[in-house]
């Protein structure tokens, strides 16, 4: 019997559970923010410059970053994001820029205005569970008594938050005067605007938009630009005008039955649940789990029907929404990537990192990065004495274990070389040892068990094999690797034969 392609699309994603971009820090790219689930590359401080956003497939849930990936998670995610911003442009300008892969997304950088503008056109979600205990006060706005959790409110609610760890509700008042009165008015009036786009394309695609939420910031003029991700599963809930049509039930239900509010009624008929599209459904997972919001201790894990199923339905909302097909990829997305962005020029696709334990050793440090250079690899440099900081020295290094595109360290201290010691414990990359002084190699040969690093003396050397390492990664490289062999062969045959050999 031939699958459906909700079995055909789980199949494939289940054979992909462990084919996932868990990070998306990309050193080349420059200074790193990490977030729960996107990795922010600044190419600059300047308002106006590009920043390069990582979507990985990580998830998030109350607060806290599960221990488990959501194949396709982050494509799914830039694709949409692309997609409403391409049609809200007409709205308010954005700050996308370009993505030269399916998880990544160049947009400019704005002055964020450090507010969470969300807009909610259902009784749903928090403000759901927060009118069934008997508030009426939402943001400074009053609701009426009388409506259900999932039913349609008159007109959207604006209800700003607090841009922080925890969130807290703003009233228009606070937006005021953290912006003053007309950018937050034009701020409120954009974010409507853009939910009743976001409701209309929804409904065009037999879905309900329900609630979401946006973020903007300013360039140096003050102009607004809508700036983050724009109506993402991830920022907002959806479900089918098919799936909606069970409010009618529990309207029906609620009129007849004792229950005080449709939360007690899902209790005893929980077929009745709105099913989302949306990654409540991972929430709902970890509260019947015994986890939520202020939940301490150890997260429950999901299960692989868990991941399948909300990979799945991030899939079919992308399908859904945009009436495009969804393109599995083809290698793993890790290696896609670093493809995709090497073709682009965006990324060379490996980095030495010179570790030195002092800036007194930058003459050799500039020999080293010179020779690098020759080869076409770029390289930073980090000041770090294993010995007056080592927490920070194994701070750098597990920073850069993270690193997507391959690393080599290369390890510059003098004396009792303890630094590449501990930058070999502690990396999963290969440590190259090259002392200031030649002569001061001894303790980078003793180093103990667990620590591998290599040494090389010479700096054009020590160059050369972060090179041949790179060259693995990087064809460009191995070219100048044989380029340059081959010259020297060249030389020393014309040398040959101008001595009469």
């Known amino acids: 019997m031939k699958m459906s392609k909700e079995q055909e699309y789980k199949k494939i994603i289940k054979e992909n559970l462990n084919n996932t971009l868990d990070f998306g820090f990309l050193p080349e790219l420059g200074k790193h923010k990490s977030g729960k689930v996107r990795e922010i590359h600044f190419t600059s401080d300047k308002i106006g410059s590009n920043i390069i956003m990582v979507a990985s497939d990580r998830v998030s849930a109350f607060d806290h970053v599960l221990g488990r990936s959501i194949p396709f998670k982050g494509k799914v995610l830039n694709l949409l994001n692309q997609w409403a911003m391409e049609n809200t442009k007409d709205i308010v300008p954005n700050a996308s820029v370009d993505s030269p892969h399916p998880s990544v997304i160049v947009q400019k950088l704005y002055k964020n205005i450090m507010i969470e ?4 056109g259902y009784v749903w979600g928090s403000l759901a569970g927060a009118y069934e205990k008997g508030r009426r006060n939402f943001c400074g706005l009053e609701m009426p008594n009388g409506l259900l ?3 349609e409110l008159d007109s959207p609610l604006f209800t700003p938050t607090t841009k922080s760890e925890h969130d807290e509700p703003m009233t228009f008042e606070d937006v ?26 929804a409904q065009k695609a037999g879905l309900i938009f329900i609630d979401t939420k946006y973020e903007f910031g300013l360039d140096e003029q003050g102009s607004l630009f809508l700036i983050d991700e724009s109506n993402t599963p991830d920022s907002s809930r959806y479900c089918s005008i098919e799936e909606y049509k069970k409010f009618d039930l529990i309207r029906q239900e609620m009129v007849t039955s004792q229950f005080k509010n449709v939360s007690e009624l899902l209790k005893h008929k929980p077929e009745l649940k709105i099913k989302e599209m949306s990654k409540q459904f991972i929430r709902d997972v970890l509260t019947e789990k015994g986890f939520s919001y202020g939940g301490t201790g150890k997260i429950p894990k999901l299960t692989d029907e868990d991941v399948v199923e909300v ?4 899939i079919n909302l992308y399908e859904m929404l945009t009436g495009k097909t969804f393109e599995f990829p083809s290698a793993h997305p890790k290696v896609e990537l670093l493809s995709k962005l090497q073709q682009s020029g965006l990324i060379m696709g490996g980095l030495a990192v010179i570790m030195a334990g002092s800036d007194s050793d930058m003459p050799h440090i500039e020999k080293i990065q ?11 440099v980090r000041i770090c004495s294993a010995h007056k900081q080592p927490g920070l020295c194994e701070s750098i290094v597990k920073k ?14 003098g004396g009792t070389d303890a630094l590449s010691g501990v930058a070999s414990f502690h990396s999963v990359f ?4 090259c002392p200031p002084k030649a002569e001061e190699y001894h303790s980078g040969i003793k180093n103990p068990p667990g620590s591998s690093n290599s040494l090389i003396l010479r700096p054009v050397n020590a160059a050369r094999h972060a090179a041949q390492i790179l060259s693995f990664y990087n064809e460009n490289i191995r070219k100048i690797i044989l380029d340059k062999n081959n010259a020297k062969i060249k030389k020393l045959e014309i040398a040959d034969k101008n001595t009469g050999g």
């Not at 950018?183 to 209309?200: I, Q």
């Not at 990979?311 to 991030?314: E, P």
């Open 117 to 120: 503008c969300v807009v909610r």
């Open 149 to 151: 959790r999932y039913q």
């Open 176 to 201: 005021e005067q953290q912006l003053g009165r007309e950018l937050a008015a034009k701020v409120r009036d954009v974010s409507l605007k853009l939910f009743k786009r976001g409701a209309e394309l």
């Open 311 to 314: 990979s799945y339905r991030y």
């Open 370 to 380: 010179a020779a690098l250079a020759d080869f076409n690899v770029k390289s930073q």
């Open 400 to 413: 850069y274990n993270t690193s997507l595109e391959p690393v080599v360290f290369i390890a510059v201290a």
């Open 430 to 433: 290969p440590v190259i040892s």
